[in-house]
């Protein structure tokens, strides 16, 4: 059976051109829908999104020159980016898609490392890790419906102490 990580590239790819077209005017509304680097499989769009929250949170302006300054490494695909989006109208939607697939990636990471432990675990302990399981899909199902915005890497260490 092939395994799939759970991602949307296309709405990556969307919310990084978007914020880039509208000089960082949609960063607050990413934000605001619980977007963190975390959200994003692509480890570019990672590095991108990134430099976008620092440059917002010192107060710059999240255009291109200014992020293919902060990247020049990723400049050519920051132009590409720029160029690639005609509209923002479904930045909400692209938002939404994103957080799910967090989710999706989250109860997935939480079930494999349950998978990977529950062998060795001590009878005592099989309880509190399919607890820490059952509270990673909790968290993914509030991720879903927009009620929480921790980020992937705050729900899976609290979970990895669960197992320990």
């Known amino acids: 059976m092939k395994q799939t990580i759970p991602c949307v590239r296309a709405a990556e790819r969307a919310v990084i051109a978007a914020i880039l077209r509208t000089n960082g005017a949609l960063m607050d509304l990413a934000v605001a829908g619980g977007l963190t680097s975390e959200s994003f499989h692509d480890a570019d769009f990672?590095?991108?999104?990134?430099?976008?929250l620092e440059t917002a949170k010192a107060g710059g302006v999240c255009d291109l020159?200014?992020?293919?300054?902060?990247?020049?490494?990723?400049?050519?695909?920051?132009?590409?980016?720029f160029d690639s989006l005609a509209t923002t109208v479904n930045?909400?939607?692209?938002?939404?898609?994103?957080?799910?697939?967090?989710?999706?990636?989250?109860?997935?990471?939480?079930?494999?490392?349950?998978?990977?432990?529950?062998?060795?675990l001590p009878p005592g302990?099989?309880?509190?890790?399919?607890?820490?399981?059952?509270?990673?899909?909790?968290?993914?199902?509030r991720i879903i419906n927009g009620q929480t915005v921790r980020g992937l890497t705050e729900i899976c260490r609290g979970f990895m102490e669960g197992m320990h």
């Open 46 to 52: 990672q590095r991108v999104y990134t430099a976008m």
């Open 91 to 120: 930045f909400e939607v692209w938002v939404r898609q994103l957080r799910q697939a967090e989710a999706a990636r989250l109860v997935r990471r939480a079930a494999l490392e349950y998978a990977d432990r529950a062998a060795t």
């Open 65 to 81: 020159v200014t992020l293919g300054q902060r990247l020049p490494d990723h400049a050519v695909q920051l132009a590409e980016l």
């Open 125 to 141: 302990e099989i309880a509190g890790g399919i607890a820490g399981l059952a509270e990673a899909v909790g968290e993914a199902g």
